[in-house]
């Protein structure tokens, strides 16, 4: 992906902050004096751009006159829980910050690139796959937190012994192939509906460009969508006593 305007500051006035970074993990950059990559600025963005927002609706919270920001938040907030108990979560509350902050970020992400200026920091695969691999860690984590070491471990066996090796062992590919499939959806769609707006608004001018923008939002409401809806699904059967 190349440099944006943006991208080109952060390698301007912050390349050596970057090598120092990557020099702690022993890891050195392909071209040490342009260390930083569009998505991973575009990410800081997001995420800065996201905790003004939080910061504004924290400030502004009210009980007898909630703002447009805050019914927005609340109707989300609402609508996430109702997703998860339909999943069968049966205490969605335990587990909404995440969903939350999962689809405002991954949304925020995917609607930046209209802006003619940005790029979508989930077109890159690196981002996609690092938001499969928390959401892998996250499920199992309250797995383990809900049912214990031993009874999250048990679903992984099966309900017939003489079937838990081979159980196991497909538990496991099965888990593994859920990152594959999170990093897959997300990156593979927004790469592809990206490619096709930009070829249509380089091709046209103004009403063909405008149809593709709209199908650009709509995919990257139904990705966000999708992504946290199968964490969801993830994290019901980690927590299930009675899977």
């Not at 609706?57 to 996430?80: A, C, D, I, M, Y």
């Not at 079937?163 to 196991?168: D, K, N, R, Y």
Request: aromatic share 14%.
């Amino acid at each position: 992906m190349e440099q944006n305007w943006l991208t080109a500051i952060f390698n301007s006035h912050l390349a050596g902050p970057a090598n120092s970074v990557l020099g702690i993990f022993n890891i050195k950059a392909n071209d040490p004096a342009h260390p930083w990559e569009t998505w991973l600025v575009m990410e800081i963005l997001v995420a800065l751009l996201l905790m003004a927002v939080a910061a504004l609706v924290r400030s502004n919270l009210s009980v007898e006159r909630p703002g447009k920001l805050q019914h927005t938040v609340e109707s989300l907030v609402g609508f996430l829980e109702t997703q998860a108990q339909e999943v069968g979560i049966h205490h969605p509350g335990k587990y909404i910050n995440w969903f939350g902050t999962l689809f405002i970020f991954i949304l925020s992400m995917n609607l930046i690139g209209i802006i003619p200026i940005f790029e979508s920091p989930t077109n890159s695969v690196y981002v996609p796959t690092a938001l499969a691999v928390c959401t892998w860690l996250y499920y199992h984590a309250m797995g383990l937190k809900e049912l214990g070491p031993w009874g999250y471990l048990k679903q992984f066996f099966g309900p017939v012994l003489a079937l838990a090796p081979i159980m196991f062992f497909i538990e496991i590919i099965g888990h593994f192939a859920r990152m594959l499939s999170l990093t897959v959806r997300l990156y593979g769609n927004m790469f592809a509906g990206e490619q096709i707006t930009t070829v249509f608004i380089a091709l046209t001018y103004v009403v063909v460009p405008t149809l593709f923008m709209g199908l650009h939002v709509f995919v990257a409401f139904l990705q966000a969508y999708v992504f946290t809806l199968l964490t969801m699904i993830y994290v019901s059967m980690a927590v299930s006593h009675e899977h």
